[in-house]
């Protein structure tokens, strides 16, 4: 069975711009989580999706945003870029998210963003 | 809010075994996970604990109690390739949903 894949692996981008990445979850797996990774933040949860809809979300600005597919793939955007938004962007998929059940989260190979 | 805690930087031997703890404060627990990340590699799942207690896998053991809100990781017959970041992560129950909240991890450095 395939991994998480994301895509891009790495962008460039300047102050100001705007950025789409891009994240296919495990087959079967319905549940998309984003997060930040910085080496002086670790790892900050950014929001998860289900079944289309954002069901919880990090402490980030609006500027941070995310939308998931009828087939489970989801992106995430960064609008009107900084320069502390330089960081891996990891996205873990899960099988299900529900009251009585815990999945375990599988990590894809992130999308390192620079920003100048 | 949520509050997680494991040491920055350790230092072992190859065959030794060590420990790295996790201590944390959250509301609405709903387990905890350990993973391990290879610099610039993505994070892997090694263990998962919701009640008090060992779960044993392989050279990997990992603990929790729940009352005093700590976890650790045993690592046993240490090898080179366990030198990574350890990340303590505890999921947290909110409304109808989770959200995992990371520890900063541990540098792991095994030394021949």
């Known amino acids: 069975k395939a991994g998480v894949t994301q895509t891009p692996r790495y962008l460039i981008k300047t102050r100001g711009q705007q950025v789409t990445l891009s994240c296919s979850p495990i087959?079967?797996?319905?549940?998309v989580s984003w997060y930040q990774q910085t080496p002086g933040q670790g790892l900050q949860f950014l929001f998860e999706y289900f079944s289309e809809t954002q069901r919880n979300k990090g402490n980030f600005p609006g500027r941070f945003s995310g939308r998931q597919f009828s087939n489970s793939r989801s992106e995430m955007n960064v609008s009107t870029l900084e320069l502390g938004d330089s960081a891996l962007y990891l996205c873990?998929?899960?099988?299900?998210?529900?009251?009585?059940?815990?999945?375990?989260?599988?990590f894809g190979p992130g999308t390192r963003l620079t920003v100048l | 809010g949520q509050n997680i805690d494991q040491p920055t930087e350790m230092t072992a031997t190859e065959g030794a075994i060590v420990q790295i703890n996790c201590t944390y404060q959250?509301?609405?627990?709903?387990?905890l996970f350990w993973y391990q990340q290879h610099a610039g590699e993505a994070p892997t799942f090694l263990s998962y604990n919701v009640l008090d207690g060992l779960e044993e896998k392989g050279r990997f053991s990992s603990f929790l109690s729940r009352s005093k809100g700590y976890s650790y990781l045993l690592l046993k017959e240490l090898q080179m390739k366990d030198s990574a970041s350890y990340l303590c992560?505890?999921?947290?129950?909110?409304?109808?949903?989770?959200?995992?909240?990371f520890g900063s991890g541990t540098r792991l450095l095994v030394r021949p």
């Open positions: 087959s079967g797996h319905r549940s």
């Open positions: 959250t509301s609405g627990f709903n387990g």
């Open positions: 992560a505890v999921r947290e129950r909110a409304d109808s949903s989770y959200k995992l909240i």
């Open positions: 873990a998929s899960s099988l299900v998210v529900g009251i009585q059940r815990t999945d375990t989260q599988y």
